[in-house]
């Protein structure tokens, strides 16, 4: 049945990521990450955080995508990533982007998990309910920061790994759970590597599926990282002009990581600054009008589910 489902999302057409009803028969997107982490090849997992960036993304063709907490934060309440964010905003904007494809994997950013041990377990519940694919949990303390940011604070490293359990034992308690489970750690900045992969490798033992050093200052780092944790697949945030050289996806590719994510910010602050001191947006519009956007939105669809129920509101709209 799994080999039928896995044929039945390869061969759907590239207009039906845009479909406002998900087929029953799409694969569990924690199951497609599962077999991706398998396959060879790098998975890129561009940032992602509302209908539209999520949409885009779809479009381009991305077998991922990737929520994080500070585009987030950011993008629901305008403010800097400093744990100003709820578990409910994350929980809430996560299940939104699911739903507009329910068989591409998203990644999502869990912070601390929120709280001790039963607020981790909540924080994965939810997140497996909302159709998330994995998650990751990070071992700063509850008044964390963005992982690219000076000055973090680490909690204890019994605390981290209590948050890995925890989170282990709520997909254990979840029908069909196979979530995939994201140890991160930030202890590299101020605790050093030696730490930093103390602190992953506890957190594999305890039942994490992937690791991910933040804030990674070097190729070497990103190589010692790869090797001292193989076979345990490795997850590298690029975030340029942040702690981590630009390093390309064929970089990554070279040093045996796994799963590369990348914030797409950057192309929209480019994009409003060409307006800006040109008075066009021709340059970096790309020829996207009004019918095209709003066909990337699920215009289309939307059309069709109106004519079947034999409606007409929508049937001269180009």
């Known amino acids: 049945m799994a080999s039928c489902a896995l044929s039945s999302l390869l061969s759907r057409s590239s207009s039906s990521i845009y479909r406002l009803t998900p087929s029953i028969d799409t694969m569990k997107a924690s199951i497609r990450l599962r077999q991706l982490l398998q396959d060879d090849g790098v998975i890129v997992a561009p940032g992602v955080y509302d209908g539209i960036s999520a949409r885009l993304a779809l479009e381009a063709g991305f077998s991922a995508l990737y929520m994080s907490g500070a585009s987030t934060t950011a993008s629901m309440l305008g403010q800097p990533d400093l744990a100003l964010a709820t578990q409910n905003d994350f929980v809430q904007n996560a299940t939104m982007i699911t739903g507009l494809s329910p068989g591409t994997p998203l990644i999502c950013d869990a912070d601390t998990g929120f709280g001790g041990p039963v607020m981790v377990a909540r924080t994965v519940t939810a997140y ?141 602050r480019a994009a409003l600054e060409s307006l800006k001191a040109s008075g066009s947006d021709v340059p970096t519009a790309g020829g996207m009008g009004p019918k095209a956007f709003f066909q990337v939105m699920g215009l289309d669809e939307a059309i069709e589910i109106d004519r079947e129920a034999g409606g007409g509101s929508f049937s001269e709209l180009y």
């Open 128 to 268: 497996a309910r909302a159709g998330v694919a994995a998650l990751h949990i990070e071992d700063q303390v509850q008044a964390k920061r963005c992982g690219h940011l000076l000055g973090k604070q680490i909690a204890p490293l019994p605390e981290f790994i209590a948050r890995i359990r925890a989170a282990v034992a709520a997909r254990a308690k979840i029908s069909d759970g196979d979530i995939v489970l994201i140890a991160r750690t930030d202890a590299a900045q101020g605790l050093g590597m030696d730490e930093a992969l103390k602190r992953l490798k506890m957190a594999v033992e305890a039942g994490a599926d992937v690791a991910f050093l933040e804030g990674v200052r070097s190729r070497e780092e990103v190589v010692r990282t790869v090797k001292e944790l193989a076979p345990t697949p490795v997850l590298l945030n690029v975030v340029h002009g942040g702690s981590t050289p630009d390093f390309t996806v064929e970089d990554a590719r070279s040093l045996g990581v796994k799963i590369v994510t990348v914030p797409a910010v950057h192309g929209i």
